[in-house]
């Protein structure tokens, strides 16, 4: 579970997070929307315990990432975009299990976790391989599956499925409803309306560091008489300049 309590972020000047409170449940899947600069992935990477909130706390599985930040990480499955960091002169299996091994994790085990996760993500024909030349595509994949490694409980994806083509992007959206299905509390970000409607119980949508809408896909459907998604986000984001 995750809860986002009264969170606020200053920059200095600049208020990237505004005063905002929400939850994501066990077995709950929550988007998280809104333009370039919204405050998304602040507010995952306060979250992550990468950056101290100015104000408020959020707690991950009861523990507050402001005075428990190892309890929170141990927690956590991260994935950042466009940061994907991986180890390019090693191959994907190795990118894997090294980081499989940072959170402790046995040979035998880290074995069955790369063979399954490789098998979810159709990841097997270029598993051994290094990853230096992979395509954008394949180096998320190889990301993914590395912040899944060790079976974490909530986990926080930062526009995961950039680069990902539709078969890719089909794959990965079984592996986040199995990942539901077992409980876990999954948090995403994307600019994609239609992936947000696939996957997600919920969603919100921030705009300029705050929270303007909170609920399931229908309701922000009745809520603006609207039916296309990106026509509601763009009317959304215009009332409140
Ligand atoms: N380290 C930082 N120092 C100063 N300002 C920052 C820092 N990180 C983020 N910001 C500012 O905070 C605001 C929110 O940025 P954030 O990266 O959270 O947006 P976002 O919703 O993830 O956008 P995008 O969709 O482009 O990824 C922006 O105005 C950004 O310039
Ligand atoms: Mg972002």
Not at 17 to 23: A, M, Q
Not at 57 to 76: A, H, K, T, W, Y
Request: aromatic letters at 6%.
């Amino acid at each position: 579970m995750i809860e986002v309590e009264a969170v606020t972020k200053r920059f200095k000047q600049v208020v990237a997070v505004d005063g905002i409170t929400f939850t994501v449940q066990s077995g709950e899947v929550l988007g998280l929307l809104g333009e370039n600069g919204a405050g998304k992935t602040t507010t995952m990477r306060i979250m992550a315990t990468v950056l101290q909130p100015s104000e408020g706390d959020i707690r991950i599985d009861g523990f507050s990432v402001r005075n428990q930040p190892m309890e929170v990480r141990r927690r956590l499955g991260l994935l950042f975009g466009g940061e994907v960091g991986l180890y390019n002169r090693l191959t994907a299996r190795e990118n894997i299990s090294y980081f499989g091994r940072l959170y402790g994790l046995g040979e035998r085990q880290l074995a069955e976790r790369v063979k399954q996760l490789s098998r979810a993500l159709g990841m097997e024909d270029f598993l051994d391989r290094r990853v230096g030349p992979f395509s954008r595509g394949m180096k998320q994949k190889v990301a993914i599956a590395r912040s899944l490694v060790h079976d974490p409980q909530v986990i926080l994806l930062d526009e995961p499925t950039t680069g990902l083509d539709v078969s890719a992007a089909s794959v990965f959206r079984r592996l986040i409803n199995s990942l539901k299905a077992e409980g876990k509390t999954i948090l995403f970000s994307s600019h994609n309306m239609g992936e947000i409607e696939k996957l997600c119980d919920r969603l919100i949508i921030m705009h300029k560091g705050r929270l303007i809408f909170e609920g399931t896909v229908s309701t922000l459907r009745k809520t603006y008489g609207l039916e296309d998604l990106d026509d509601i986000f763009i009317r959304a984001i215009g009332e409140e300049e």
